[in-house]
């Protein structure tokens, strides 16, 4: 469950945002996430480091990141649609080995 250390990271990044904002919460935040992420585990892991801060009412939401990759023989490999568990795709037409970039990535994407 890497998702854990990779959320204590984030959300601290997000209280020092929100620290000094009116208020100091944030009601709904968007988050993207790789597709070699885990949703149920992100929600578990958001839950338990907002505890405590300006953050632990916030409701997030999260949508996970589709990836196209482009092959060198010109096919674009989409990624991160079926559940995924390797960092990498594979060409349905010739069968290259392509890395995916994002795997396992974070973002913040707005907030209400």
């Known amino acids: 469950m890497h998702e854990f250390g990779m959320v204590d990271e984030f959300i601290h990044q997000l209280v020092a945002t929100w620290k000094d904002k009116p208020g100091g919460r944030a009601p709904v935040i968007r988050i993207l996430y790789g597709p070699g992420l885990v949703e149920d585990s992100l929600r578990q892991a958001f839950e338990v480091h907002t505890l405590g801060t300006p953050l632990e ?41 392509i890395a995916i970039p994002g795997f396992n990535v974070l973002e913040l994407v707005d907030v209400d």
């Open 57 to 97: 009412k916030a409701r997030f939401e999260f949508h996970k990141k589709v990836v196209s990759v482009p092959c060198a023989c010109g096919t674009l490999v989409r990624e991160g649609v079926e559940a995924a568990d390797v960092p990498y795709a594979i060409c349905p037409d010739c069968q290259h080995v």
